[in-house]
Nanobody
Framework: EVQLVESGGGLVQLGGSLRLSCVASGFAFGSSDMSWVRQAPGEGPEWIAAIASGGVVTYIDNSVKGRFTISRGNAKNTVYLQMNSLQPEDTAVYYC?????????WGQGTQVTVSS
C-alpha cells in the first residue's frame, strides 16, 4: 500500500519557522521525484518546491524562494520542507507529492497556520 504521511504542521507566529516531513512507503521512493504543494482556503493548489530522485532541487516557487528549502533523505524515505520567515500568506494545507512515471501519489496534508 502506497502511503505518504506528512507531519510538522501547526500554528506559528509571523516570522517563525516550521519543518515539514513526509514519510513514504509502498513504492520506490529513491526513484521518485518529490514535491510540496499547498492549497490555501478558497484557492487552487500551488506547486512550491520540487526535488529530483537524486537530490537535485528542480523547482522553488518565487513566493517562497529564499525562505523555504526542500531536501530529502533517501535512506529514510523522507522528504522535508524547511520553512523560515513564515508569513500569513503561507497559511495553507501542505501536501507531499511523489511522481514516478506514470504515477502520482499524494499525502493527506498537514495544516500550516501563520498568525500575525
Amino acid at each position: 500500500e502506497v502511503q505518504l504521511v506528512e507531519s510538522g504542521g501547526g500554528l506559528v507566529q509571523l516570522g517563525g519557522s516550521l519543518r515539514l516531513s513526509c514519510v513514504a512507503s509502498g513504492f520506490a521512493f529513491g526513484s521518485s521525484d518529490m514535491s510540496w504543494v499547498r492549497q490555501a482556503p478558497g484557492e487552487g493548489p500551488e506547486w512550491i518546491a520540487a526535488i529530483a530522485s537524486g537530490g537535485v532541487v528542480t523547482y522553488i516557487d518565487n513566493s517562497v524562494k529564499g525562505r523555504f528549502t526542500i531536501s530529502r533523505g533517501n535512506a529514510k524515505n523522507t522528504v522535508y520542507l524547511q520553512m523560515n520567515s513564515l508569513q500569513p500568506e503561507d497559511t495553507a494545507v501542505y501536501y507531499c507529492n511523489a511522481y514516478r512515471w506514470p504515477s502520482h501519489y499524494w499525502g493527506q496534508g498537514t495544516q500550516v497556520t501563520v498568525s500575525s
